[in-house]
């Protein structure tokens, strides 16, 4: 039986000062972030989020996958800190920041990727990838995947499968060819995961036929579709992928720039079936907040394809950032950040799943670790996706004291994605918080 005895229901929302933060924020910056709780943030702990008011909330957005380690830690504050004491930017120069963040992320990473090169944002690494895998094979044509985000660059935006952030956009760069994710929830084939024997890899050669013109460079994929959905492929799909893509000759790209640092309850998430990509793009956790990104790589794929000056960003390797990098990677292993995803998460995966019988509108719960997506839908026959039941959770659950975001390819899936330093209790209330929230959906 699940108690529920809430610490503070916030009836003020927003408060008086959020809400005249909140309408200047409207009047000068154009605000296309998505919908949210009318809330200002003022600070952050933790797992925990203040805002301008007073109120508390345990935050279920990690600041949207980037504080894996919590809001604002005091060992990487004070890291950061020092190093922007003794210089913030020095483009193009060697320093021992950037040396030393390149040293901690290469002995991090799985054994074959022994080159790592620094960016600024998750979707300059992918760009960065793409760019390196048509150098390396001489072709230019991408595949990609229904539902997939890569990032809001031109290029990246071009392979991506996600049409919101295409739409009127046009044209897109030319070579990108999408194929079918196994979304099982909605399979695109109408097929059932029990007798389809992975109908969609089966598909691949189809349409690589029917779209091209014999000039392939390689495959970016996520090891599940994160801003689609948190949709995960089942067991033994990406193993077979690869299988697939090393048939082909082609260079394979792994976007882990939201699954890894320990998101799964593996420090990458490639480690949970042995995958072995040729590049993979990092970001979000890689910083823990601090903005940077990178691409890991074999050494004879970036040596073949780039020379000296042919990849770069001006903020790119900053002390700052590098700081953080290495920072990050040293509180991960003293506090065992890894080892609390995989107890705490014990508590998601049990409870999780349940919130299909609560309510007719959930339709699916999908994940694993500490990255989890509740579907919501009309009704589930239908499985018309709902993304006002979503807006309306958000601004419920505020109220108790959790703030959560919608996600998905239609807007219909919450994202569960705390930070990776939850504690027990805070998971409990929290997951209280939402199963009272989804009882009162109609």
């Not at 913030?88 to 320093?95: A, D, S």
């Not at 091209?212 to 995960?232: H, K």
């Not at 890894?338 to 509108?361: G, K, T, W």
Request: hydrophobic share 40%; charged share 20%; with cysteine.
């Amino acid at each position: 039986m699940i108690v529920i005895s809430f610490s503070n229901v916030r009836t003020n929302i927003p408060g008086p000062k959020s809400e005249k933060i909140l309408n200047d924020w409207h009047k000068y910056e154009a605000d296309k972030t998505g919908y949210q709780a009318r809330v200002a943030i003022e600070r952050g702990s933790g797992a925990m989020l203040y805002d301008v008011d007073g109120n508390a909330f345990i935050d279920w957005t990690s600041g949207v996958l980037v504080a894996n380690l919590g809001h604002s830690p005091e060992a990487l504050v004070n890291a950061i800190e020092q190093a922007g004491r003794n210089m913030l930017n020095v483009y193009e120069y060697c320093t021992s920041y950037r040396v030393d963040a390149a040293k901690a992320l290469v002995e991090a990473a799985p054994d074959h990727l022994d080159r790592c090169f620094f960016l600024t944002t998750g979707s300059e690494a992918v760009d960065s990838a793409i760019r390196i895998m048509k150098r390396y094979s001489g072709g230019f044509e991408i595949i990609s995947f229904y539902g997939s985000f890569h990032g809001r660059t031109l290029s990246t935006a071009s392979i991506g499968g996600l049409h919101k952030f295409k739409r009127g956009f046009g044209p897109m760069l030319p070579g990108a060819i999408r194929v079918p994710f196994p979304y099982c929830y909605r399979c695109p084939f109408k097929s059932k995961l029990e007798t389809c024997n992975l109908m969609c890899l089966e598909f691949l050669d189809d349409v690589v036929q029917a779209n091209s013109t014999d000039s392939l460079a390689g495959v970016v994929a996520e090891p599940y579709l994160g801003t689609a959905g948190f949709i995960f492929p089942p067991k033994g799909y990406m193993p077979e992928l690869e299988k697939w893509i090393r048939s082909k000759g082609l260079i394979y790209t792994l976007d882990e720039v939201q699954s890894s640092y320990g998101r799964t309850g593996e420090m990458w998430a490639l480690s949970h079936e042995g995958l072995t990509p040729d590049i993979v793009a990092v970001g979000k956790g890689i910083g823990s907040g601090v903005s940077v990104s990178a691409i890991l790589m074999r050494a004879e794929v970036v040596d073949k394809a780039v020379s000296v000056g042919e990849l770069g960003s001006t903020y790119g390797g900053n002390p700052l950032s590098c700081a953080a990098v290495s920072t990050v990677l040293e509180i991960m292993e003293r506090e065992k950040i890894i080892d609390n995803v995989n107890s705490v998460s014990q508590i998601f995966a049990q409870r999780l799943p349940s919130f299909v019988e609560i309510n007719e509108h959930v339709g699916d719960v999908r994940g694993m670790g500490l990255v989890w997506g509740i579907e919501f839908v009309e009704d589930k026959e239908s499985k018309t996706p709902a993304p006002a039941l979503v807006k309306q959770l958000i601004d419920l659950c505020a109220r108790k004291g959790l703030l959560i975001g919608g996600v998905g390819m239609f807007g219909n899936v919450v994202r569960v994605a705390p930070p990776l330093v939850i504690n027990e209790a805070q998971a409990h209330e929290s997951l209280d918080i939402m199963y009272d929230c989804i009882k009162q959906l109609k």
